[in-house]
């Protein structure tokens, strides 16, 4: 490939250089052609505000090193003149391989450099048992390698996606005791890392979805922006000037673990992923005789469990907004992307009592900021994944600009 990294800067990096102002300009060219689709280089000037002369040269270079591709000529109506060229990734030009780990399944699976998942490998248990969790893992990241034939020497490396306590919140699993300490000692990034060639990037699994959405969802519209996505736990990413903020410990926009009002004298405040994950609702319909999955599709809207679902929803979606006009206060958020791995009815009935609920806050001092369904779905850690490496290497990064200090 012809990706070029450029060197790690110093703390005390200071100035610029031709490299990398250089690579910074194929990057926000690759950006723009990623978030607007095919476009001619006439286009991509204005867009990237580059001369016309640096955008072709640059398109030109990124054509020969395989990364974007000429589609067939086409005439806009009304337009003299010959007819231009669109410019499109090239979807084969890189690979990225994301694996999710979660805490009731595990997905790897092969992404191109469109956005396209090429093959995917599956594995779901009732809780995550390291001991039979890595072995499994080592299988299916060999065998998704190894579906992309050739196209594996294109392969810009491999994203995981996890909780960063994986064994955290144990009270809330029906597990033999003791299950999940082995979680304690273990280091994921380093255990993949010893599994495979490829770099290895990391990132908390709900910060790796806001990731998704970034790149391929509502973010190619937005540029501040909380994620919260409603899974087993619920959680969330923050977007801050169109750039994913990880925050310095991995753990930005962790709205599942905002306080609550207290449960009673005495009572430690609970935390808003005690009422609003889906786990809560799993639990309800296990209860009631129903199968925990039933919480995730369709069935949670039937005749039988639908009243489930309104009293998980009437705590729920309150609770939810207390969370948002906190983050809106500190944040000045222009919206909220509420996605999940729950039925889209579903999904969008929570959107709605959770707008409800804000409309009942004091927003004096404060814009409130619109509520907007996310576009990835259940698939957004495991896509999120694969995304980390791509966004390590080709996401524009104004670090590009700094020549380090020898020594």
Not at 38 to 47: H, I, T
Not at 285 to 303: Q, T
Not at 343 to 362: K, N, S
Request: aromatic share 6%.
């Amino acid at each position: 490939m012809s990706e070029r990294p450029a060197r790690k800067a110093s703390a005390h990096s200071v100035g610029s250089n031709q490299l990398g102002m250089r690579q910074f300009n194929e990057r926000i060219v690759l950006q723009a052609i990623r978030l607007h689709g095919a476009l001619p280089k006439a286009d991509v000037a204005r867009m990237t505000r580059l001369s016309m002369q640096t955008a072709s040269l640059i398109v030109d270079h990124l054509i020969e090193d395989g990364l974007l591709a000429k589609e067939p000529r086409s005439r806009v109506r009304g337009r003299i003149g010959q007819p231009s060229v669109p410019i499109s990734l090239r979807a084969d030009g890189a690979f990225s391989i994301g694996v999710k780990v979660g805490r009731r399944s595990l997905d790897v699976l092969s992404m191109d450099f469109a956005g396209n998942v090429r093959s995917r490998e599956t594995l779901e248990y009732p809780y995550p048992d390291p001991h039979t969790l890595f072995p499994a893992l080592e299988e299916r990241l060999a065998r998704v390698v190894g579906a992309l034939g050739d196209g594996a020497r294109q392969i810009a490396g491999v994203g995981v996606a996890a909780p960063l306590w994986i064994g955290g919140w144990r009270d809330f699993f029906d597990t033999p005791r003791d299950a999940l300490a082995a979680w304690d000692d273990i280091d994921i990034r380093e255990r993949i890392e010893a599994m495979t060639a490829l770099p290895v990037e990391f990132a908390k699994d709900t910060t790796a979805a806001c990731a998704a959405e970034l790149v391929m969802g509502q973010g190619r519209g937005l540029r501040n922006f909380l994620y919260v996505f409603i899974g087993t736990f619920i959680g969330g990413g923050l977007v801050i000037d169109g750039r994913l903020h990880a925050g310095p410990g991995g753990n930005a926009g962790a709205i599942g673990s905002l306080p609550l009002m207290s449960r009673g004298k005495g009572r430690r405040p609970g935390q808003l992923l005690d009422t609003a994950s889906v786990y809560v609702l799993e639990k309800a319909f296990v209860a009631a005789g129903a199968p925990a999955a039933a919480a995730h599709d369709e069935r949670a809207l039937s005749p039988a469990l639908h009243e489930l679902s309104d009293a998980w929803m009437r705590k729920a979606c309150p609770a939810i907004a207390t969370g948002i006009a906190a983050s809106a206060a500190l944040l000045d958020l222009e919206a909220v992307v509420i996605d999940g791995e729950i039925d889209r009815t579903l999904l969008r009935e929570v959107i709605g009592r959770t707008d409800d609920a804000l409309a009942a806050f004091d927003w004096q001092g404060m814009t409130r900021p619109r509520l907007v369904e996310g576009q990835i779905g259940p698939d957004a850690r495991a896509m999120g994944g694969a995304i980390l490496p791509l966004y390590a290497h080709f996401a524009p990064k104004h670090e590009l600009f700094l020549k380090p200090l020898d020594g």
